[in-house]
Nanobody, 122 residues
Framework: QAPLIESGGGLVQAGGSLRLSCSASGRIFSSHVVGWFRQATGKEREFVAFRRWPRNNPNYADSVKDRFTISTDNAKNTVYLQMNNLKPEDTAVYYC???????????????WGQGTQVTVSS
């Protein structure tokens, strides 16, 4: 399968914003669920947000609700994660993934990107 390429991570101060992108060649997202997950050092991978491609009601983890937004651009074959009002506890490696089940469980996703580091300083 075509690789998922994430970008947009970096270092930001608390209260700042970042937008992560996840792109792929071809119609790899079509008819699937697209999700964002994150994994902090020493912790298990956790879901952040997911939705069906190209769109439906998104689902967010309580810890990011009202701060993060998942969106899709069908023409660009790209999934975004807009992250506002970032907190130090948001520091993690963020991964995009494709799954077949409308689910926040990492085990339901079969294709993953390489991850992008987000670091939020206090």
């Amino acid at each position: 399968q075509a690789p998922l390429i994430e970008s947009g991570g970096g270092l930001v101060q608390a209260g700042g914003s970042l937008r992560l992108s996840c792109s792929a060649s071809g119609r790899i997202f079509s008819s699937h669920v697209v999700g964002w997950f994150r994994q902090a050092t020493g912790k298990e991978r956790e879901f952040v947000a997911f939705r069906r491609w190209p769109r439906n009601n998104p689902n967010y983890a309580d810890s990011v609700k009202d701060r993060f937004t998942i969106s899709t651009d069908n023409a660009k074959n790209t999934v975004y994660l807009q992250m506002n009002n970032l907190k130090p506890e948001d520091t993690a490696v963020y991964y995009c993934a494709i799954g077949s089940t409308y689910s926040g469980m990492a085990s339901d996703y079969f294709h993953w990107g390489q991850g992008t580091q987000v670091t939020v300083s206090s």
